[in-house]
C-alpha cells in the first residue's frame, strides 16, 4: 500500500469516526459507496471538506467527475496526485 493511499484511508477513517476499522481493512480497489463501505452522500460531503484541508483538493459535488474520484480509495489518491504540483 503507498504512502498516499494509507493517508487517503486514515484521513476517511477520521473525517467519518470510524474508529472500529484500521487503514488494512479498507481495500484501495473497493467502492466507497453502496456495496463497499456503504458511505451515503453526507460522508462524501465530509471527505471532500477533508481532502480540501490536507491535499487542497477541491471536487464540484454535483459534477459526474465527482463520482468518478469518490468511487474507491484509488481514484482519490490518482486525484490527488493529478492535483500536486510536480517537484
Known sequence: MSD???DVKQLIIEALNLEDLTPADIDSEAPLFGEGLGLDSIDALEIA???RK???VSVDGSSQEARL????VRALTELIGSSRPLP
Do not use: C, D, I, P
Open 49 to 51: 471538506v477533508a481532502l
Open 54 to 56: 490536507k491535499y487542497g
Open 4 to 6: 498516499l493511499a494509507y
Open 69 to 72: 474520484h469518490f468511487r474507491s
